[in-house]
């Protein structure tokens, strides 16, 4: 019997770099139409693996800033999965933008080819603050570009937001929230800012050139966000992500249950039953991060695989321990924890709870299994929590 799985597509490209990405990206520039005739030579690639035996459910393409690809491009690419895969009825087809590269007119034709969920890059509608990112949008086009994508046919629209940006404040949360309430918005994500050393925000803090605000006041700021999303019809069904009814981002959810997916271009990475179908062990791999070894491999008939890892006992029980907390509702069966007096210290405390099996959609599939998951509180502290229950 066939699983399902998702095809993750890479587009590394962007006008400019955000202030405090450390994503494998790059300035757009002449390689652009050679990459996507390589993205279809590596989907081809795929045609011959005798692991391809699977239901593509989802299909997902992230960056960089993929809604730079012209309709007539991405149809390119869609074409060659669907002649490639097994690609079911109902399959999510998503799209990562930014809204400085979006119009009606585009997102019509995005429509028209097959993609029917646009995730939009807004992380906040202060324009000060974006400014001060290096984001090129503005708050009026952020909001514009919502309104278009509903116009042009879309009802699964999703919004990103930064929390503990430079310079906001409860007003900055506030006027998000005020936006979210009167937008046609079915998902939301929500991400606290993190820098790695590199980037050029990280520099400008250390020369005291910008304040990030306290832990204290992003902590108040995440729970307002979190309580007025319950109260507009958003579950919180991951730890960053809101939902309303039956609009969870099911391609994510492949990542979360550990399923099967094929990464797609540079840097991408994939998630697969070993050949000889054994259940217990995945094949991780990770594609080539450079542009000339990826374009390299993909030329001579080969999959462009710069490493891989084989994810199965001990390692994969504590990755699915990590990604079954993540999901809110779901957690992880008791029995994964062999450390109960942890458990207790942590259900003392209020990081954890045990979870109703009753949850609607969840009865059958965990009606036998004593299950535990973050609290709200336990979601703040999440690395600590997870690992804490890791198996050593």
């Not at 450390?22 to 590596?42: A, K």
């Not at 009606?104 to 080819?113: A, G, V």
């Not at 990542?255 to 179908?277: C, H, M, P, R, V």
């Not at 891989?308 to 509702?329: A, T, Y």
Request: aromatic letters at 10%; charged letters at 25%; glycine letters at 4%.
């Amino acid at each position: 019997m066939k699983s399902n799985a998702g095809v993750y597509v890479h587009i590394p490209y962007c006008l400019s770099k955000c202030s405090y990405c450390d994503f494998v990206s790059s300035r757009i520039d002449n390689t652009f139409e050679e990459y996507i005739n390589l993205l279809e030579q590596e989907i081809y690639l795929w045609k011959s693996k005798s692991s391809i035996n699977v239901d593509v459910d989802t299909i997902f393409f992230g960056g960089g800033t993929p809604s730079l690809l012209s309709p007539v491009q991405l149809d390119r690419i869609l074409s060659r999965i669907v002649k490639t895969f097994a690609i079911t009825n109902n399959c999510e087809i998503s799209i990562e933008s930014n809204p400085d590269t979006l119009n009606i007119e585009k997102l019509k034709d995005y429509k028209k080819i097959g993609i029917n969920r646009i995730s939009i890059g807004v992380q906040t509608l202060d324009d000060s603050i974006l400014k001060e990112m290096n984001r090129r949008h503005s708050a009026t086009q952020a909001i514009r570009s919502v309104l278009d994508a509903y116009n042009a046919g879309f009802t699964n629209i999703n919004c990103d937001f930064i929390l503990g940006l430079p310079s906001e404040t409860r007003a900055t949360i506030d006027n998000n929230i005020k936006a979210i309430s009167e937008l046609p918005i079915t998902h939301v994500s929500t991400y606290f800012l993190t820098l790695s050393p590199n980037v050029p925000l990280s520099k400008r803090l250390q020369n005291n050139d910008i304040m990030l605000p306290t832990e204290n006041s992003t902590i108040i700021n995440w729970e307002t966000m979190v309580n007025k999303l319950k109260d507009m019809g958003f579950t919180h069904y991951e730890i960053s992500n809101y939902a309303k009814k039956n609009m969870e981002c099911r391609h994510n959810l492949h990542y979360w249950n550990l399923d099967q997916w094929f990464g797609i271009g540079i840097a991408s990475t994939g998630n697969l039953l070993t050949e000889d179908k054994n259940l217990k062990t995945l094949k991780r791999y990770t594609n080539f991060k450079k542009f000339s070894e990826y374009k390299e491999s993909v030329k001579n008939g080969l999959l462009p695989e710069e490493t891989f890892e084989l994810v199965n006992g001990v390692k994969k029980v504590n990755e699915e321990c990590m990604l079954g907390l993540r999901l809110i509702n779901e957690g992880i069966p008791y029995s994964f924890v062999k450390n109960e007096y942890k458990v207790e210290h942590l259900l003392e405390n209020g990081y954890i709870k045990f979870i109703n099996d009753s949850i609607e959609n969840n009865y059958e599939k965990h009606a036998q299994e004593k299950r535990i998951g973050l609290t709200e509180k336990g979601v703040l502290v999440s690395n600590q929590v997870i690992s804490s229950l890791f198996i050593d």
